[in-house]
């Protein structure tokens, strides 16, 4: 009796390990240890709708050629865009009026959207030029992520903020971004990243949903601290300022396109010990989110388990030293 017992005991744990180690082995050969940064051809140029010609995009890896760069991810935006972009050039333009020397773009990217958000940006390019507005337009959908990602390579500034289009942060907080920025980024390569945060509002948004949603939340609030990132409260807001040097590092080691894109950005972050900063802005729910609460939480969920565990087997390797391409 005893005998069979620890002999059940023993079968059981060896078939736990065997189901372990086929696991990790399998997900070695199906991982690719790199992210792919290649982009098409006709991603690596922007449309002039004044002189109608194509021209090629500078690169990340060139010296930065002015302050700051505002990367606007958008799909299926032509609604939503308008307002968005309308408030950030206003307090550009305000800015650069009181300072002539400051200099800024606004790259909006359109992740293969099927509506006509390239071409309510490109009004912006012709109206404001290009020096001011750029548009890059994917071949296909890559994911709010993997969209970041090209307009960071195509970007000039010195900072880069990426920004939703929806709007719902408020854009003159940039400059509260900016002052944080200026706090934490003593180091000598300049690498900071400072994020907006939504963590200030939790309650009163709790008023709001249902119970439901607010447990949503908050499990995945701790499956992210517990996992990935414990520095940030608020891991998911559209509104983040990076200087040049980190942008490029971090952005050329992110393995995810999607939703955790984010929390992938910071985990990495934290792994090479660049200083994060957390700053409350301003926000507004904006209608017409996307986002399907159950189904995305659980991807988002599987998503921040994957990560950790794809980073800790090495499955994922991370090039400290981003080659110039
Ligand atoms: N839903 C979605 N948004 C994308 C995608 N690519 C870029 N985005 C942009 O990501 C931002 C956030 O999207 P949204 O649906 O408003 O998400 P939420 O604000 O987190 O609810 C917006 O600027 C979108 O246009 C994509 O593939 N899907
Ligand atoms: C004006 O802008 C430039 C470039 O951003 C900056 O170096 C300079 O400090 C600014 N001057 C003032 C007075 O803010």
Not at 54 to 80: C, G, T, W
Not at 150 to 155: D, K, S, Y
Not at 215 to 233: A, R
Request: hydrophobic share 40%; proline share 4%; net charge neutral.
């Amino acid at each position: 009796m005893e005998l069979s017992l620890s002999f059940l005991l023993t079968t059981f744990i060896c078939l736990l390990l065997f189901i372990l180690i086929v696991t990790i082995a399998l997900m070695y050969i199906v991982t690719e240890p790199y992210p792919n940064l290649g982009r098409y051809e006709s991603e690596k140029y922007y449309f002039n709708p004044s002189k109608k010609e194509k021209m090629k995009f500078p690169s990340i890896h060139d010296p930065q050629s002015m302050d700051l760069s505002i990367i606007v991810p958008a799909y299926n935006e032509e609604e939503r865009l308008p307002k968005m972009i309308t408030e950030a050039l206003e307090h550009l333009e305000e800015r650069q009026k009181s300072n002539r020397s400051f200099q800024y773009e606004i790259i909006v990217v359109d992740d293969g959207s099927k509506d006509k958000t390239t071409q309510t940006a490109l009004k912006y390019s012709e109206k404001y030029g290009t020096d001011k507005v750029r548009v890059l337009t994917l071949e296909k959908n890559r994911g709010k992520g993997g969209a970041v990602r090209l307009g960071v390579f195509v970007a000039r500034g010195k900072l880069l903020l990426f920004a939703d289009a929806d709007g719902a942060s408020q854009f003159s907080d940039i400059e509260k971004l900016e002052a944080e920025m200026g706090k934490i980024n003593k180091s000598p390569d300049g690498m900071a990243v400072v994020c907006g945060s939504r963590a200030h509002l939790e309650h009163d948004s709790i008023a709001k949903r249902s119970l439901f949603r607010t447990f949503l939340m908050y499990g995945f609030h701790f499956l992210v601290w517990f996992l990935c990132v414990k520095e940030i409260k608020d891991t998911q807001c559209g509104f983040k300022l990076l200087t040049r040097e980190a942008a490029v590092l971090l952005f050329s080691n992110m393995h995810v396109e999607r939703w955790a894109f984010d929390v992938d950005m910071l985990y990495l972050a934290q792994y090479f010990d660049i200083p994060i900063g957390e700053v409350a802005i301003n926000w507004q729910e904006i209608e017409g989110s996307k986002m399907i609460p159950v189904w995305s939480w659980l991807q988002m969920g599987k998503d921040l388990v994957l990560i950790r565990l794809r980073y800790m087997l090495k499955a994922w390797k991370i090039n400290p030293k981003p080659k110039s391409s």
